[in-house]
């Protein structure tokens, strides 16, 4: 089904393995605040390297393995069949970040974090900038061989297991004045603290902190490609992401419809299993009829980006594939958590977990919104059929 060449399935096949014995740890995780004792976690992101799925986005040469789009929308697909961000094991690291490296910051930052020995966050997002990137108040301020970064950001995911951050900030002074810079932070750093660790509606061990940078002194290398740049040369990883989010969607999709069509058959009322309720049917075949089609648009794309077709009808797709893949999601845990009935309500059963898990998949990497402007963009200066 679906045209996957013998190198797709095999790699799948690996995923599928690292995803199925990642499963039986969930509840444990979920009750434990999402922690798991450190050294099971270390096992679980070894197993992940063995198995040859850490860093499938990076290139061979890098160390990587240099794997297809499509591909890499196999592997994550099974990440996502997995609650509790214990797949995140599964590290895809900054595939961006090489073209715009300098040799220095392939050593001491690229390379490392493709053989798994760092890791990195992102702090771009600001109490009053989240769509709008561009409203960013942080500064980044050149004195000598090092810039002073300012600034206050929300939701900087992984910050508690990453060792470096990408920091965005508005650049004060110079030729550049006012315009967007981003730097690589090493963590700890002077200045860099904790301001406060929310509460998610997930149950995942990567916090969300909001991080404050005060006078954070950073060497004139750190500065990632050229004062201005920002994350403008990185369109590329929007798309990426965006199909990523899909891709892990669609996992939690299939995940749920297997499961929930499971209790279905063995769930029997007034003697009958309620899988032969027509109101659950419904509920069971709206889902994987929208699975079906959301996979399709999915696997699609990522053909679409192998193909190095037009690279805005890249990012109009990826898009698609994103607000599809994760509203498509929401119905089925939504649903899941109906079949189950009470069940479904137990921080035990899988649908209850997937229903709050998949809420983010809407609005991290540009909320639904966001994504549904992007395409109608596209569709008014293209033309609809430039996109599907
Ligand atoms: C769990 C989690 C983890 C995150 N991790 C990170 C991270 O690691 N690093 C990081 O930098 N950021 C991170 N974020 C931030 C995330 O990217 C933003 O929350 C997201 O982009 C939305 O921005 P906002 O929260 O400021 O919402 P806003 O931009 O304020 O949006 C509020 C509402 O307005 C709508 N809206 C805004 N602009 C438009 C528009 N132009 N057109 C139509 N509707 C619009 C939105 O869709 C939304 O419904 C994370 C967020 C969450 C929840």
Not at 334 to 346: E, L, T
Request: a negative charge; proline letters at 4%.
């Amino acid at each position: 089904m679906y045209g996957l060449s013998a190198g797709d399935l095999e790699i799948q096949d690996r995923a599928r393995t690292l995803a199925d014995e990642l499963i039986p740890f969930e509840v444990e995780a979920e009750l434990n605040g999402g922690d798991l004792p450190k050294d099971v976690v270390a096992g679980h992101k070894a197993r992940a390297i063995e198995l040859g799925l850490y860093a499938t986005n990076m290139p061979k040469e890098l160390g990587g393995h240099g794997c297809t789009s499509l591909q890499q929308v196999l592997v994550q697909e099974q990440v996502g069949r997995v609650t509790n961000a214990l797949a995140w094991v599964v590290a895809t690291p900054p595939s961006w970040l090489p073209s715009v490296a300098t040799p220095y910051q392939l050593e001491k930052f690229v390379l490392p974090t493709v053989r798994g020995e760092r890791e990195e966050c992102y702090a771009i997002t600001e109490e009053g900038a989240g769509s709008d990137v561009d409203g960013i108040v942080a500064t980044a301020r050149r004195d000598a061989d090092e810039y002073v970064l300012n600034g206050e950001k929300w939701h900087v995911t992984s910050y508690n297991t990453a060792d470096y951050a990408f920091f965005q900030g508005k650049l004060v002074g110079g030729a550049h004045d006012g315009e967007h810079a981003m730097f690589m932070v090493d963590l700890p750093s002077p200045g860099v603290t904790v301001l406060r660790t929310p509460a998610y509606m997930h149950t995942i061990s990567h916090h969300h902190p909001i991080v404050r940078f005060t006078d954070v002194r950073v060497p004139a290398t750190h500065l990632v490609g050229a004062e201005g740049d920002g994350m403008t040369f990185a369109y590329e990883w929007f798309r990426f992401e965006r199909m990523m989010v899909a891709a892990r969607c669609l996992g939690g999709a299939q995940r749920l419809v297997e499961e929930m069509t499971a209790f279905a058959k063995e769930r029997a009322v007034q003697g009958k299993p309620i899988a032969t309720i027509g109101a659950i049917q419904g509920m069971l075949a709206d889902s994987l009829t929208e699975l079906f089609a959301a996979r399709a648009l999915v696997y699609e794309t990522a053909r679409g980006v192998d193909a190095g077709i037009d690279v805005k009808v890249q990012h109009a797709q990826c898009s698609m594939a994103k607000l599809y893949a994760s509203e498509m999601a929401g119905r089925v845990a939504d649903r899941a958590v109906q079949v189950f009935g009470g069940r479904g309500y137990m921080r035990e059963n899988v649908a209850e977990r997937f229903f709050r898990e998949l809420r983010v998949e809407r609005i991290w990497e540009g909320t639904s919104e966001v994504q549904r402007s992007i395409i109608a963009d596209q569709m008014t200066k293209r033309g609809p059929r430039a996109l599907a």
